[in-house]
């Protein structure tokens, strides 16, 4: 069992910058893909980035791309999502989620953390 605590959401204007966590409690995070995803109010859940558990590979939404940045300290056992030129459109609760396969697809994540909200005025 791997549990994963989000922090870092908070309210910001257009063009802002947030920086997310997800930490892993009990368990090293280095075993694992980690991925972060996002849910809208009245939207469905949707894959923002991940990254392989060395860090070499990683992916991001065509939303996001250029403007949000994935990547691990296993060191720290945590993961980050750098995220710049915030825009309204980004404004969800943001999950972090941990499998040991490589992939993007949420279905195929074992672990979730409870989120943590990120809201971007304009």
């Known amino acids: 069992q791997v549990q994963l605590v989000e922090s870092g959401g908070g309210l910001v204007q257009a063009g802002g910058s947030l920086r997310l966590s997800c930490a892993a409690s009990e368990r090293t995070l280095s075993s694992y893909t980690v991925g972060w995803f996002r849910q809208a109010p009245g939207k469905e859940r949707e894959f923002v980035a991940t990254?392989?558990?060395?860090?070499?590979?990683?992916h991001y939404s065509d939303s996001v791309k250029g403007r949000f940045t994935i990547s691990r300290d296993n060191a720290k056992n945590v993961v980050y999502l750098q995220m710049a030129s915030l825009k309204p459109e980004d404004t969800a609760e943001y999950f972090c989620?941990?499998?040991?396969?490589?992939?993007?697809?949420?279905?195929?994540?074992?672990?979730w953390g409870q989120g943590t909200q990120v809201t971007v005025s304009s």
């Open positions: 989620a941990a499998t040991v396969r490589y992939t993007y697809y949420s279905i195929e994540y074992e672990y």
């Open positions: 990254i392989s558990r060395t860090g070499i590979t990683t």
